[in-house]
């Protein structure tokens, strides 16, 4: 695979690259497989959304918008903040920072997540943190399983996500709790705005809808952000609080309000499943089964990275960041090949480390401490959806609220 990514390229190279298909394959046969899913997923999702009609074609591109935005924010406009770093793929766009399945990932999340959700028709104070936990429930196999087989690499001193579970960091949990839900509440705050009389799931005339479209794009992650404030930033920046304690705070939050919901007097759907809800459902499954497979047959030491990781540079040179409280914070400026605290990836198989300047260069994965753990620990995480996606999508009336009567499901 060449090195594209470094300078000279031209606007239509930096835009988008291409790289060796079978190659990458031989390398990270994993990821390949977990691309195929999320193209998968993005695809099943939009014919799904287009079934329904309705406001669901339009929260489908919502959903990519909004990821886009969010996922593309940090590294072009606030490179202080730049902490993650995907491996590269077949289609990749933006300076080799953006593969073609992330782009689908999103709706593969949010998207999975509203429509399970919009089945319970809960009230629409609790709504937006139902999602927001939902969508936290798609993403945790993804985040442990992915990031151990080299799938991306985070930065390895940034203190917002040095708090690391699996070596997930827990405000990657905290991040897609936030931002689905304030995503979704804008989706549909901002369309009451300008058609207040028409019921959530249906679609008013196109302007209101393009408008609504718009600004729950680009409010979705500064409203994302501004839930880390409260919370996260005081208790983690002031009192050095341990992450894992922020995101169950968060949790602890979001489902008081769902459960709140859950308790209040509410019209259950009447429309039975259709054969696109199986499929939509099928394609959740597959999902989560990928992931247990490869903590069950595949190997990470085997896999092998290389694209833009971290830049390579002098262990000794420090970074700040300065919190929303006013805190400056450290970190390393560059990464450090001799002294570094990320166990998922080594050097095992180059010959030599990255020299000083490197931001093209080979990882290798590394070994399962515990096999047995991560099997575990997936079976859990699989058993748990199943049963909380059978209860949305088989003990709620069997029906969508956006298809039954806008009398008898209009919220409360």
């Given at each position: 695979?060449?090195?594209?990514?470094?300078?000279?390229?031209?606007?239509?190279?930096?835009?988008?690259?291409?790289?060796?298909a079978?190659?990458?394959?031989?390398?990270?046969?994993?990821?390949?497989?977990?691309?195929?899913?999320?193209?998968?997923?993005?695809?099943?999702?939009?014919?799904?959304?287009?079934?329904?009609?309705?406001?669901?074609?339009?929260?489908?591109?919502?959903?990519?918008?909004?990821?886009?935005?969010?996922?593309?924010?940090?590294?072009?406009?606030?490179?202080?903040?730049?902490?993650?770093?995907?491996?590269?793929?077949?289609?990749?766009?933006?300076?080799?920072?953006?593969?073609?399945?992330?782009?689908?990932?999103?709706?593969?999340?949010?998207?999975?997540?509203?429509?399970?959700?919009?089945?319970?028709n809960?009230?629409?104070?609790?709504?937006?943190?139902?999602?927001?936990?939902?969508?936290?429930l798609?993403?945790?196999?993804?985040?442990?399983?992915?990031?151990?087989?080299?799938?991306?690499?985070?930065?390895?001193?940034?203190?917002?996500?040095?708090?690391?579970?699996?070596?997930?960091?827990?405000?990657?949990?905290?991040?897609?709790?936030t931002?689905?839900?304030?995503?979704?509440?804008?989706?549909?705050?901002?369309?009451?705005?300008f058609?207040?009389?028409?019921?959530?799931?249906?679609?008013?005339?196109?302007?209101?809808?393009?408008?609504?479209?718009?600004?729950?794009?680009?409010?979705?992650?500064?409203?994302?952000?501004?839930?880390?404030?409260?919370?996260?930033?005081?208790?983690?920046?002031?009192?050095?609080?341990h992450?894992?304690?922020?995101?169950?705070?968060?949790?602890?939050?979001?489902?008081?309000?769902?459960?709140?919901?859950?308790?209040?007097?509410?019209?259950?759907?009447?429309?039975?499943?259709?054969?696109?809800?199986?499929?939509?459902?099928?394609?959740?499954?597959?999902?989560?089964?990928?992931?247990?497979t490869?903590?069950?047959?595949?190997?990470?030491?085997?896999?092998?990275?290389?694209?833009?990781?971290?830049?390579?540079?002098?262990?000794?040179?420090?970074?700040?960041?300065?919190?929303?409280?006013?805190?400056?914070?450290?970190?390393?400026?560059?990464?450090?090949?001799t002294?570094?605290?990320?166990?998922?990836?080594?050097?095992?198989?180059?010959?030599?480390?990255?020299?000083?300047?490197?931001?093209?260069?080979?990882i290798?994965?590394?070994?399962?401490?515990?096999?047995?753990?991560?099997?575990?620990?997936?079976?859990?995480?699989?058993?748990?959806?199943?049963?909380?996606?059978?209860?949305?999508?088989?003990?709620?009336?069997?029906?969508?609220?956006?298809?039954?009567?806008?009398?008898?499901?209009?919220k409360?």
């Amino acid at each position: 695979m060449v090195n594209t990514a470094g300078g000279g390229e031209t606007w239509l190279q930096w835009l988008v690259q291409t790289h060796d298909a079978k190659q990458l394959w031989e390398a990270q046969p994993t990821y390949i497989l977990s691309q195929a899913v999320y193209i998968l997923a993005g695809i099943v999702t939009l014919i799904h959304a287009f079934s329904k009609g309705g406001r669901w074609p339009y929260f489908w591109l919502g959903t990519i918008l909004h990821g886009l935005f969010t996922d593309n924010f940090w590294h072009f406009a606030l490179p202080e903040y730049d902490n993650f770093w995907h491996s590269q793929t077949p289609i990749i766009f933006l300076g080799a920072r953006l593969p073609l399945h992330i782009i689908l990932l999103y709706p593969a999340f949010i998207y999975h997540a509203a429509y399970a959700v919009s089945k319970l028709n809960l009230p629409k104070y609790s709504e937006p943190f139902a999602v927001g936990l939902v969508t936290v429930l798609v993403d945790i196999p993804y985040d442990i399983v992915a990031v151990k087989f080299v799938h991306w690499t985070w930065h390895d001193t940034d203190p917002n996500i040095y708090d690391r579970h699996y070596w997930v960091p827990w405000n990657s949990y905290y991040f897609h709790a936030t931002f689905a839900a304030s995503f979704f509440y804008f989706f549909h705050a901002s369309r009451s705005w300008f058609a207040p009389k028409v019921t959530q799931w249906d679609a008013a005339d196109k302007k209101a809808e393009w408008k609504s479209l718009l600004i729950s794009s680009l409010l979705g992650m500064p409203g994302g952000v501004l839930m880390f404030i409260p919370i996260y930033h005081p208790l983690h920046d002031v009192f050095k609080i341990h992450s894992e304690v922020t995101f169950f705070l968060l949790f602890s939050i979001f489902a008081m309000i769902v459960l709140s919901g859950l308790l209040s007097d509410r019209q259950k759907c009447n429309k039975k499943l259709t054969m696109i809800d199986y499929v939509l459902m099928v394609q959740l499954a597959i999902h989560y089964l990928l992931y247990l497979t490869f903590t069950i047959f595949f190997n990470p030491e085997q896999e092998r990275s290389l694209g833009l990781h971290e830049p390579v540079g002098p262990c000794n040179e420090v970074a700040t960041l300065t919190t929303p409280f006013g805190q400056v914070l450290e970190k390393r400026k560059y990464f450090c090949p001799t002294d570094y605290n990320e166990d998922y990836f080594d050097f095992h198989c180059v010959k030599e480390l990255p020299r000083n300047g490197a931001t093209w260069y080979l990882i290798c994965g590394t070994p399962f401490e515990n096999r047995a753990e991560y099997i575990t620990v997936l079976s859990t995480i699989l058993v748990v959806a199943t049963g909380v996606f059978y209860g949305l999508y088989f003990k709620t009336g069997g029906g969508t609220p956006e298809v039954a009567s806008s009398k008898k499901l209009k919220k409360k």
